[in-house]
């Protein structure tokens, strides 16, 4: 904070910085980080940030259920709307149907 800053500048400032409480994080459930290709089947705790430390939510089977969880997925994840269908290719002028 500089000498000639107001204390509410300073302050928006700090605030807009801060992490935001009720953000969730999955971790692995020795506590350490790994990136997600290092045990993928591995079982995941997903902790929440209240302003001041991590609380753990719940228990994930593994990194997909993890993510599902953090994203608010329901289901598999497959959006199966956007899949292609069998017959997705229109018949054209070389294409005999």
Do not use: C
């Not at 904070?1 to 409480?21: N, S, T």
């Not at 089947?41 to 228990?59: C, F, M």
């Not at 997909?64 to 709307?81: K, W, Y």
Request: aromatic content about 6%.
């Amino acid at each position: 904070m500089d000498e000639d800053e107001p204390l509410e500048l300073w302050a928006a400032r700090r605030e807009a910085v801060r992490r935001p409480v009720g953000e969730l994080r999955a971790t692995m459930l020795d506590g350490r980080e790994h990136a997600a290709h290092v045990n993928p089947h591995a079982p995941r705790i997903i902790l929440r940030w209240n302003g001041v430390e991590w609380i753990p939510e719940t228990i994930a089977d593994d990194y997909g259920a993890a993510q599902r969880f953090l994203h608010g997925i329901t289901g598999d994840g497959v959006m199966r709307s956007m899949m292609p269908s069998a017959r997705s290719k229109r018949p054209g002028r070389h294409r005999r149907t």
